[in-house]
C-alpha cells in the first residue's frame, strides 16, 4: 500500500511540474446556460480534467462559466464545449447528448434539458 | 432527512415490475400537523397523488424524473430529490412563505459496496463501481470484496466455482436476475460462469429467508443481480481482458433507444483460453480446463406513459469445457487410460415481466420465466447428461391499506422437468447401489402451484414489519420418481408446504437499526447436479433410499449502523448473527470411506451458526478501508455422530483497501483474505483432518483516460495453492482417485491486463 501511495505522489508531483513548464496558454471564458445547481460543478471538472491541453479552469458560479486556460495547437474553446456538451453540459454553442443528461444530478437535468431556466443556485 | 436522501440516492430497485414506491408524509411545517389533499408530484410528469387525511402517500417511482415537488397554495413549493426509490419514506414539511429547496449534495462518486439502510432485509450491494476494482470475468469472482459470500471450487479438474451464504452451499439461497428465478436446478453446478461480470449493473445478497413473493426457496439468502438497463446505459461499450494463462475474454454492450418509451440492449460475452497448463502439483493434469464460452443476452424495455412497464429478456448460453489430463483430446472420450473431462452446456432463459398501475395505491406485477437446459459432460468414464426445463409464472399485486401498510398478494405457478442421467463407473463396476427403478435416471417433474399474501406495517419511518405466508401444492409425483414431496420414504406423502416469513427493520434510537427475519422454506434437491465434485473422484455413490424435500429453518438478527465522523465523511458498522436449522435435508457423506460417497435422509440435527461483523469507513479523500470477520459453526449428522460440515472455513477475515485520485484518474485496489481451517472429509490422500488457514490477496491498478481504461492487475498474489489437489493422480481409473478434495486455490499468482472503452 505504502509503495502504491509514493507512485501516486510521484505521478501527481510529475503531472505537475508538466502543466507548469507549458507556455502558449491562452485563456477562454465559457458560458454554461445550462448551469443551475452545483451538483453541475464535479461534472464540468471531471470533463475538464481529462481534455487535452486544458491546464487549470476556474469556475463562476454567479457568471454561469468556466474560465478555462489551455494550451494552443491542443485544444480550442470549440472542443472544450463539445467535451462538455458530450457529458450532458448545456454550453452557448453545443447541445448535451441525451443519455449523458440523464448521468447527472436531478437538479440539473431540466435546464440542460433546455426544458427550464433556473434563478436560484 | 437528509441522510434518509442520501440512502435513497445509493439504493438500488429490489423490487419487482410493479414498481418502486417513494412513501412518505407532507407535514406543515410550523405546526407538525399532516396536511390533506396535498398534490405530490413528479416534475414534469403527469403522475402525482393526494395525501390521505393522515398526510401519508404513496407515489411510483418515475423513471425520468428524480424531483418530487409538492405545490400547495399559500405555501412554498417544496421538491426532493431522490434517484431510486427502494422501501423509501421521506416527511416533506411544507412552509407558509418563502422558498425553500432542499438541496442534496451528490457525491460524484457511488460506494463500491455498501449495505442498505432503508430496506427491511439485511443487504449488501455490490455496485458496478465496486466491480470494476475486480478483474471478475464473472458472478464466482464478483464477491472478492464481500465477506457475506465464501467462493471455492467444486473439484480440481472442471474449474467449477461455489458460493457459500450462512456456511451453507449457494443451493439454499435463491439466485434472481432481476428479481426473477435464474439459476437454479441444474443449472447451479456451473451457473456462476454464466454471468459475466460486465454485464451487471448491481449485486444485492440478502442474508436470510426472503419475503414470500418468490417462492419457498432463499432459506439462507438472496442474490439478486441486475442487468445494465437498455434506457439508462451507455450506447456501446467493450472490454478486453486478457491474463498470464491466455485466457482471453470479450464483452459488448449496445444499447439503443427507438424513442422515449421503447428501448433495446444488446449484451455478447466470449471468452476462450487457448492453452492448458499444469504449474500445480505437476501430476499431469490441467490446473483448469480449456474453456469456450459464448453469452448472449438481447432485452427490451417499453414504457408507455399511462405507467405500464415491460421488460424482456433473452439469454443464450454455448459453453464447452476440456480438462484433466494434459494430453487428452476431445477424441479421447471414453479412453480409460487417460483421464479426461469434458463438458458442452446450452442454455436458453427467457423472461418477461409486466406491470402497471391499477390505482394511485395499487399495482400489478407479472413475471413470466422459462429455461431450458441441456449439459453433456464426462468424467472419466463416467457419463452425466442432465436436461431441464422450466416454467414460471408469478402475478402479484401491492395495494396500500389504511394508514399507509401495504399487503402484497399474488399467485405462482412453477413447473420443472429435470432428467438426470448418471453413466457407469466400470472401474469399479459400481453404479448407485440398490437404485429404484431403471438404474441410473435421477428424473423428477414438479408441478407447483402457490398462494401467498403479505402484510407490511409501517409506523413512520422508525418501525416496519413484514408478516407473509405462503402455500404451496404440488401435484403428487408419478411413481418413479425420486425426488418427492414425501417426508420420508414412500410413506406420509406430503402435497403441501406452508411457509410462514417474518422480516421486521426498527430504527431503535440515533440511526442505530435493528433488523431480524425468521421463517420456513423448502427446496427439491437436485442429487447429481449439486453434488457435482464427487464425480471427479472413485468413490462409489451410495444411495439407499428416497429422498424427500428438503426443509429447514432460518432466523437471525442484525444491528447496523452509520456514523458521520467529521463533516462529510460516513463510517458504517454491521453485527450479525444468523442460525439455520434443518427439519429434513439431503446428507452427502463422504466421512464413511474414503472410497464412498452416502446420500441419504438427515437423521439428526443440522444447522449453522453464522456471526458476522463489517466496519467501513473513508478516513481521507479518495481512500476507504473496509474490515470484516466472520465465524461459521456449521455442523450435521453423518451417521448418527455430529461433525463439523467439510469445506466450511471456521473463520474468516477481510480487508479491503481502495484509493483514487481526483477524478478517478488512478484506482488502486487491494483486497486481503484470511481463510480459517476447513474440516476435510475421509479421503484417499495424505492430508486428514484439518486444513491450515491461509491468505488471498488480490490488486488491480485501474487508469482512466477520456474515452477507455485501462486496467492491469494480480490475482491470489501470495501464490498460495493447495499442494496436490488431485489425489491418486497416477491412478485415475480406480478408487483410490480423488479430485473432489479442495480447500484452497487451484490457480496460482496470475496477471492479467484488460481495456475498458465506452461511448455514452
Known sequence: MKKILIVVLLVAISSVTYAQNKKNTKTAEISIPGYCCKGLNATIEKTLAYERGVVEWTLHQDKKSVTVVYREGKTDPVKIEKALAANGVRTANEKPNPRAIEKLPACCQPAARGEASCNKM | ?760
Request: charged letters at 20%; proline letters at 3%; glycine letters at 10%.
Open chain 2, 1 to 760: 432527512m437528509l441522510r434518509l436522501l442520501l440512502l435513497a440516492l445509493f439504493s438500488f430497485s429490489v423490487l419487482v415490475a410493479s414498481g418502486q414506491q417513494v412513501r412518505g408524509r407532507v407535514v406543515d411545517a410550523g405546526s407538525g400537523k399532516p396536511m390533506y389533499m396535498i398534490p405530490v408530484a413528479w416534475d414534469g410528469t403527469a403522475s402525482g397523488v393526494l395525501t390521505d387525511s393522515g398526510g401519508h402517500f404513496v407515489i411510483e417511482k418515475h423513471p425520468k424524473s428524480h424531483l418530487l415537488l409538492t405545490r400547495y397554495m399559500g405555501y412554498a413549493t417544496d421538491s426532493l430529490i431522490v434517484h431510486s426509490a427502494a422501501d423509501t419514506v421521506v416527511e416533506i414539511r411544507l412552509r407558509r412563505d418563502g422558498k425553500v429547496l432542499k438541496e442534496v449534495r451528490i457525491r460524484g462518486r457511488r460506494r463500491a459496496t455498501f449495505s442498505k439502510m432503508t430496506s427491511i432485509e439485511q443487504t449488501e450491494v455490490i455496485t458496478t463501481e465496486g466491480l470494476r476494482g475486480l478483474a471478475c470475468c464473472n458472478l464466482g469472482e464478483s464477491f472478492e470484496n464481500s465477506a457475506t459470500v465464501d467462493v471455492g471450487y467444486s473439484d480440481a479438474v472442471s474449474g467449477s466455482k461455489q458460493i457459500q451464504l450462512l456456511g451453507l452451499t449457494g443451493v439454499y439461497s435463491q439466485m434472481l436476475l432481476e428479481n426473477v428465478p435464474f439459476l437454479k436446478g441444474l443449472s447451479a453446478p456451473f451457473g456462476l460462469g454464466y454471468v459475466p461480470g460486465q454485464w451487471m449493473e448491481s449485486i444485492s445478497v440478502s442474508k436470510g429467508v426472503a419475503t414470500v413473493k418468490n417462492g419457498y426457496e432463499a432459506i439462507t439468502g438472496t442474490i439478486n443481480l441486475e442487468y445494465e438497463k437498455p434506457h439508462k446505459g451507455d450506447r456501446f461499450s467493450l472490454n478486453l481482458y486478457e491474463n498470464s494463462d491466455l485466457k482471453s475474454e470479450i464483452t459488448a454492450k449496445l444499447n439503443h433507444r427507438f424513442n422515449e418509451h421503447l428501448a433495446t440492449g444488446l449484451l455478447v460475452y466470449g471468452t476462450y483460453n487457448a492453452q492448458r497448463t499444469d504449474h500445480i502439483g505437476h501430476d499431469g493434469f490441467a490446473d483448469y480446463p480449456l474453456q469456450q464460452q459464448l453469452n448472449v443476452v438481447n432485452r427490451w424495455d417499453y414504457e408507455a406513459p399511462s405507467g405500464f412497464h415491460s421488460q424482456t429478456l433473452f439469454n443464450y448460453i454455448h459453453e464447452y469445457r476440456l480438462g484433466g489430463d494434459m494430453r487428452f483430446e476431445k477424441e479421447m472420450r471414453g479412453s480409460d487410460s487417460i483421464y479426461g473431462f469434458g463438458g458442452t452446456t446450452d442454455r436458453l432463459h427467457f423472461f418477461t415481466k409486466n406491470g402497471f398501475r391499477l390505482s394511485n395505491t395499487a399495482s400489478f406485477g407479472s413475471q413470466v420465466a422459462a429455461t431450458w437446459f441441456r449439459q453433456d459432460a464426462y468424467y472419466g468414464m463416467s457419463d452425466y447428461r442432465g436436461e431441464e426445463k422450466n416454467l414460471y409464472v408469478n402475478l402479484l399485486v401491492n395495494a396500500e391499506v389504511a394508514g399507509g401498510h401495504t399487503v402484497d398478494y399474488g399467485v405462482s405457478f412453477r413447473y420443472s422437468d429435470v432428467d438426470e442421467r448418471l453413466g457407469y463407473f466400470p472401474y469399479l463396476g459400481a453404479v448407485t447401489q440398490n437404485w429404484f427403478g431403471d438404474g441410473d435416471n435421477f428424473d423428477y417433474r414438479e408441478i407447483l402451484a402457490g398462494l401467498f399474501g403479505q402484510f407490511t406495517f409501517l409506523y413512520g419511518d422508525r418501525f416496519n414489519a413484514t408478516l407473509g405466508l405462503r402455500y404451496d401444492y404440488s401435484v403428487p409425483p408419478e411413481e418413479r420418481q425420486q425426488v418427492m414431496f414425501a417426508h420420508y420414504a414412500g410413506s406420509d406423502f406430503r402435497s403441501y408446504a406452508l411457509t410462514p416469513r417474518l422480516h421486521f427493520r426498527w430504527n431503535v434510537w440515533h440511526d442505530w437499526i435493528l433488523r431480524g427475519s425468521i421463517g420456513r422454506g423448502f427446496r427439491t434437491p437436485n442429487l447429481i447436479a449439486e453434488n457435482f465434485g464427487i464425480l471427479a473422484s472413485g468413490r462409489r455413490i451410495v444411495l439407499n433410499e428416497w429422498i424427500a424435500r428438503e426443509e429447514a429453518w432460518n432466523g437471525g438478527l442484525n444491528l447496523s449502523k452509520r456514523f458521520k465522523v467529521g463533516d462529510d465523511r460516513e463510517a458504517s458498522l454491521t453485527v450479525d448473527f444468523y442460525r439455520t436449522s434443518f427439519v429434513s435435508q439431503a446428507v452427502l457423506d463422504l466421512d464413511v470411506a474414503a472410497d464412498e460417497a452416502h446420500i441419504y435422509n438427515l437423521d439428526g440435527q443440522s444447522y449453522s451458526n453464522v456471526l458476522q461483523a463489517d466496519f467501513s469507513i473513508e478516513p481521507l479523500d479518495g481512500f476507504s478501508l473496509s474490515l470484516a470477520g466472520k465465524l461459521n459453526d456449521v455442523w450435521c449428522t453423518y451417521h448418527n455422530q455430529l461433525m463439523r460440515k467439510p469445506y466450511t472455513s471456521f473463520w474468516k477475515g477481510l480487508l479491503v483497501l481502495s484509493y483514487h485520485t481526483r477524478f478517478d484518474k488512478w484506482r488502486f485496489d487491494l483486497t486481503t483474505q484470511l481463510n480459517g481451517p476447513q474440516r476435510l472429509p475421509l479421503n484417499k490422500g495424505t492430508h486428514q483432518g484439518q486444513t491450515d488457514p491461509y491468505i488471498y490477496m488480490l490488486g488491480q491498478v485501474t487508469r482512466k483516460f477520456k474515452r477507455f481504461e485501462l486496467y492491469a492487475g494480480i490475482e491470489n498474489i501470495t501464490g498460495y495453492v493447495q499442494p496436490h489437489p488431485v489425489i491418486g493422480y497416477d491412478a485415475p481409473f480406480s478408487s483410490a482417485f480423488d479430485a473432489s478434495i479442495v480447500y484452497a486455490p487451484l490457480m496460482g499468482r496470475l496477471y492479467y491486463i484488460g481495456l475498458r472503452f465506452n461511448v455514452m
